[in-house]
């Protein structure tokens, strides 16, 4: 038998949501409403599916690997400077490639538990010591983890907002954490979700790079962007931090057709701002729900819902598979009795309550 390391034979596989192709498969089921990895299902512009079409002749090319034009145009878009963005295809492979860049065997990195399993990958995906923090009230302890910042620590993953959670800290709560943070330290902030979340108290993370040199934020073109397909992120940090990180990022490592797709979604402004309020809309609707059923459930600030039944959250989730609803439970989180519901269109977060009914009735009938 081959050897592996040690390291990753310890690595639990990331397990996404079931596809719709798999449960149409399985259960031979016509009609799936995936609720399951907090996509936009909304889709692609039309507009922007008519320029993708004239972009296909050239996937024969290998892409732009300095991905000059997407580099420009959001660097506009954000008002930053074009050394500070990195890209990846999605976030994960930042996450790897931030892992391979400052962790090893003697140096730290802390993790909140309850929440993104791919910072764990990344950390153990090099051998580096973990320390886990507590959330508090299902949202980040901040004090608590500047507490925890030892000698050997080198790098802080951070999920503002949190997934699985939704929830978030605030501008005065991540000030005072980074006045603690040791320049030695990097903060990594993955803001997946921050189109949903920006406002209000929420930090505007940005701003704050001219301040700190030890801090990269992480974005993505998969949620409210439409994109997960292509599976395309972008860091954004000084530009010394984004050059030490560039040293291991693998030539083409984003394909032309995601980068052309990203070019396209940027021109579309108004219709993201569409989809946040449009989201912010179906929310309210499942909040009124939740409340009729009893239901608990956490305030998000993402475009999902994290809600805790009094029944096993493995029991409902396979339950209303079989109706044809595909949602997230949180056992993996070490949530037994809560599951996690992506904002969908209007129509489907209907036909979610009414199999949620059902299916919380057959429970209760046993």
Known sequence: MLDINENVDDIKP????KPIEEVQRELGLDQIVKLASNENNRGIPQNVINKLQTKIQDLF?????????????????????????????????????????????????LISEGTFS???????????PIKYVSLKDYTYDLEAIAMRISAKTRVVFLCNPNNPTGTYFNVSTFESFMKKVPPKVLVVIDEAYYEYASGDDYPETIKYLKRYENI???RTFS????????????????????????????PFNVNRFAEESALAMLDEKEWVHSITAETKKQMAYLYSELDKMKISYLSSRANFVFMTLKHDAKDVFDRLLRKGIIIRPMTGFGYVNSIRVTIGLPHENKL????????LQEINAK
């Open 223 to 250: 949620k409210v962007w439409s994109l997960a397909g292509c599976r395309i992120g972008y860091g954004i940090a000084s530009p010394k931090v984004i050059a030490s990180i560039n040293k291991s990022r693998q």
């Open 216 to 218: 990269i934020l992480l």
């Open 14 to 17: 990331y397990i996404p949501g």
């Open 61 to 109: 090319l290998y892409p732009d690997g300095s991905l000059f034009r997407l580099r420009k145009k959001l660097a506009q878009y954000y008002k930053i400077d074009a050394d500070q963005l990195i890209f990846g295809n999605g976030s994960d492979e930042l996450l790897q490639m931030i892992a391979f860049t400052y962790l090893n065997k003697n140096k730290e990195v």
């Open 352 to 359: 979610f309550i009414e199999a949620l009914k059902k299916v």
């Open 118 to 128: 791919e910072y764990t990958f990344a950390a153990k995906l090099v051998n580096a």
